[in-house]
């Protein structure tokens, strides 16, 4: 298992014309050199809302780590992983069996296992006790360096997530600071995950993932270099091979930026089939934000006479409500 890719594969992910976005100068003073970011940011938000991102600053070795994890995790005995269920916790972290999530509603359970961890709150603080998902982490035992190698790629990934929402902001022709309320106190969640391979597939509708668009924010999507992660796209009306790209992460957008764009930005369809006959394994995480923000269209995201056509809501309600869907229970 590893971070990078084959050449091949690079070459696949020019052929489909999947954008590639430098955003390493959102990192610098020259203003023209983060404008010209944002517009590429932009271009790849109004076409397929998905981008491979590089110059990100994150490095390779940083994402060894976390797969080794993964795959030291995943491959404990079934009643270890049990042990840390996500069943047994209010805040929805720690293990998910196979199966144990559908996304595609008619379609079969996803064929895929995970290990969910979020930002570390005390079960008994007034947030914890307030807001949906969010609580303590439960930690596997006897893993040395598990809890403090996930724990540290979580936080680079928050500050991750900053940098790319000032590049949408400014995007959006916003202030930079614009997305800054969403990003206190989120609420974030790493998913470890692991897809066994679908060499032979028992129901022709079962998918490692099926087809959903992503509740939140954005996603920031590590994979290994197996592949299976396909975007649709809208114009052909087809699904593309997001392939991996060396040292590169897959970015898209969730349903709260489209939400918040009136449609201006897509949160796009994708899916996961593992056809490879390899273990695959990934490491999306989900930004969604401050639960008490309040999301309704920005103004400037209106052609003249048009109306918004979401209702205003927050954080907290719309992720309850589509973690309700999604599990077919209640999340109040």
């Given at each position: ?34 404008s ?6 932009r ?5 397929k809302?998905?981008f ?10 940083t ?23 996500m ?19 008619g ?128 114009d ?8 991996p ?84 229970r209640?999340?109040?």
């Amino acid at each position: 298992m590893s971070a990078t890719a084959s050449a091949s594969q690079v070459e696949k992910a020019a052929e489909l014309n999947l954008p590639i976005v430098d955003i390493s100068g959102l990192r610098g003073a020259s203003a023209s050199e983060r404008s010209k970011v944002a517009t590429a940011i932009r271009q790849a938000c109004l076409d397929k809302g998905f981008f491979y991102c590089v110059g990100h600053g994150v490095a390779a070795s940083t994402m060894q780590r976390l797969f080794d994890a993964s795959a030291e995790f995943f491959a404990l005995p079934m009643d270890r992983k049990l042990d840390v269920a996500m069943s047994r916790s209010k805040a929805n972290r720690g293990y998910e069996p196979l199966r144990g999530q559908t996304l595609e509603a008619g379609a079969p359970p996803d064929l895929k296992e995970g290990y969910y961890i979020g930002r570390d709150v005390p079960a008994d603080d007034e947030q914890a006790l307030k807001y949906f998902n969010t609580g303590p982490n439960v930690w596997p035992a006897g893993l040395a360096g598990f809890e403090a190698v996930t724990s540290a790629y979580f936080a680079e990934m928050r500050s991750l997530a900053g940098v790319l929402l000032e590049g949408i902001a400014l995007s959006l022709g916003l202030d930079a600071d614009f997305f800054t309320t969403l990003e206190q106190d989120p609420i974030a969640t790493l998913r470890l995950l692991h897809y066994p391979p679908q060499a032979a597939n028992p129901h022709p509708d079962e998918k490692g993932c099926g087809a959903h668009t992503d509740f939140g924010g954005i996603t920031i999507l590590l994979q290994d270099n197996v592949g299976g992660l396909q975007v649709w796209d809208h114009d052909q009306s087809l699904w593309l091979d997001a392939v991996p790209v060396p040292g590169a992460f897959v970015i898209n957008l969730g349903d709260l930026i489209a939400r918040w764009t009136n449609d201006t930005y897509r949160s796009t369809r994708h899916r996961v089939i593992n056809a490879s006959g390899q273990e695959r394994y990934s490491a999306p995480f989900f930004f969604c934000g401050n639960p008490a923000q309040r999301i309704e269209c920005i103004q400037s995201c209106l052609e003249p006479g048009e109306g918004a056509k979401y209702a205003a809501v927050t954080v907290d309600e719309h992720m309850r409500e589509r973690y309700a869907a999604t599990y077919k229970r209640s999340f109040d």
